[in-house]
């Protein structure tokens, strides 16, 4: 057992605790997809990410997330504690986002500073970044690509915000 003082209490009460015991300490990063199976796709998705946005800020999630009006990408990055809580409140509150897990891994640093989002349009503004890094088409559809490919293009499409 691990000694914590709890200095709330303004008491200086000793209390027996394990700090570290459900990993609340381990910074993971998780990448996943998901396809919006809902009729009013970009905007009630938007803002589904909206107040998905308020509630990692105040877990300590930090993330980049790329959407257009059926399909996104997502990566969080946080505690293993908040990342778990957070995918299975998102798998139980919201099964028509149609969630994949593509890439789970502790890490040492972040790479997101707070909720980076890109909604991509069709046309020639975001064809570039569709072009280098699908194998088959310029339609942003995650489902066809491979994790290499994903990883790829979230860098690609946020190494501006992040330079």
């Keep these: 057992m691990h000694k914590v ?8 009460t000793e209390v027996l605790e394990s ?36 509630n990692n800020e105040k877990s300590g999630i930090t993330s980049a997330l790329v959407i257009n009006d059926h ?15 957070l995918i299975t409140r ?20 972040r790479r997101w500073n707070g909720f980076l989002i890109k909604y991509l349009t069709s046309g020639t503004e ?11 088409d310029t339609d942003f559809n995650p489902y066809v690509m491979k994790k290499e490919q994903i990883t790829g293009f979230l860098e690609a499409v946020f190494e501006e915000k992040e330079s």
């Excluded at 970009?42 to 998905?52: M, Q, W």
């Excluded at 990566?75 to 990342?83: D, F, L, P």
């Design 5 to 12: 003082i709890d200095y709330t209490s303004g008491s200086g």
């Design 19 to 54: 700090r570290n015991k459900d990993g609340a300490d381990i910074l993971v990063s998780l990448t996943y997809i998901g396809k919006n199976r809902e009729k009013d796709n970009g905007i009630k998705l938007t803002r589904t990410f909206e107040t998905a946005r308020k």
């Design 71 to 85: 399909y996104f990408i997502q990566n969080i990055e946080g505690s293993r504690v908040a990342i778990n809580e």
């Design 90 to 109: 998102v798998n139980h509150e919201r099964p028509h986002l149609l969630i994949h897990i593509i890439d789970f891994e502790e890490i040492e640093t």
């Design 126 to 136: 975001n064809e570039e970044y569709a072009l280098k890094h699908f194998s088959a």
